[in-house]
């Protein structure tokens, strides 16, 4: 099994182009979520879904759009990337929201 | 506000025991979580609390007071490949996560 991957590893973008942070869970979980982790700072919530074809913002989600269309994919889009979206981006997922988090591997985005 | 109090660092011999302590506010409490993390990987869940009193698991154990705001994490036994950062992350009452910084641990022989 699989678990829950993400797609690419990493990635060098010039600000200004748009990207799409791939995310698949094969574990049917309801729940999702995108995080990005700067250096001493905690994880930021970015936007979750709670189930297929619902999504809501957390903390940050400026900058960012995600959708919902199935459950077992949440993408995360910058429609234009500024340098400030240098991070290192999880996608998590849990059976429902009331659960642990099973985080993928992470995706390292670099903004010039 | 929410906040998570953790210490940044802390270091620990093989073979001994160390308690990380975490302290918190947020808005409205649905348990808490503490995750283990190895540099450059993701985070993997480790225990999780939501009434007062001791969880143990193995040679981890976790502790919770809902009436201070505080949780610790207690690893016994330390191992080499116990170095690594601990995240506590207690759940508000909309069920959001609220991450702390996480502490470094460093194991030395």
């Known amino acids: 099994t699989a678990g829950i991957t993400q797609a690419p590893t990493s990635q060098i973008l010039a600000a200004g182009r748009s990207m799409t942070l791939r995310c698949t869970q094969d574990?049917?979980?309801?729940?999702m979520y995108w995080y990005r982790q700067d250096l001493g700072l905690g994880l930021r919530l970015i936007h979750y879904?709670?189930?297929?074809?619902?999504?809501g913002k957390g903390e940050v989600p400026d900058g960012y759009s995600v959708s919902r269309a199935n459950t077992d994919d949440f993408p995360l889009t910058l429609a234009s990337a500024v340098p400030s979206q240098t991070s290192v981006y999880f996608c998590?997922?849990?059976?429902?929201?009331?659960?642990?988090?099973?985080f993928g591997p992470g995706t390292r985005l670099t903004v010039l | 506000g929410q906040n998570i109090d953790q210490p940044t660092e802390m270091t620990a011999t093989e073979g001994a025991i160390v308690q990380i302590n975490c302290t918190y506010q947020?808005?409205?409490?649905?348990?808490l979580f503490w995750y283990q993390q190895h540099a450059g990987e993701a985070p993997t869940f480790l225990s999780y609390?939501?009434l007062d009193g001791l969880e143990e698991k193995g040679r981890f154990s976790s502790f919770l007071s809902r009436s201070k705001g505080y949780s610790y994490l207690l690893l016994k036994e330390l191992q080499m490949k116990d170095s690594a950062s601990y995240l506590c992350?207690?759940?508000?009452?909309?069920?959001?996560?609220?991450w702390g910084a996480g502490t470094k641990l460093i194991i030395k022989p």
């Open positions: 609390n939501v």
């Open positions: 992350a207690p759940r508000d009452s909309n069920y959001q996560l609220i």
């Open positions: 998590a997922s849990s059976e429902k929201e009331s659960n642990e988090q099973f």
């Open positions: 879904s709670n189930t297929a074809g619902t999504t």
């Open positions: 574990m049917r979980h309801n729940a």
């Open positions: 947020t808005s409205g409490f649905n348990g």
